[in-house]
């Protein structure tokens, strides 16, 4: 009985699938933090420029 308990614990691969399906989450979410990181950096950026020529242009007025 305990000799099947434990080839039926030990053949279970269940568990590491699901640790797997995990990990590889978690590294799509890193991926998608770190570009959108980049991606909000520069478009941060362009309303800066934008900003500055619009206040550039109705102060010459």
């Known amino acids: 009985m305990i000799v099947r ?12 699938t699901a640790v797997e399906y995990g990990l ?15 991606l909000a950096n520069t478009t941060i950026g362009m309303w800066g420029n ?3 020529k619009v206040t550039t242009a109705t102060a010459a007025k």
């Open 50 to 52: 934008v900003n500055t």
């Open 24 to 38: 590889i989450i978690a590294l799509i979410v890193i991926a998608m933090v770190v570009s959108l990181t980049g």
């Open 5 to 16: 308990l434990l080839k039926s614990v030990l053949g279970d691969n269940r568990g590491a």
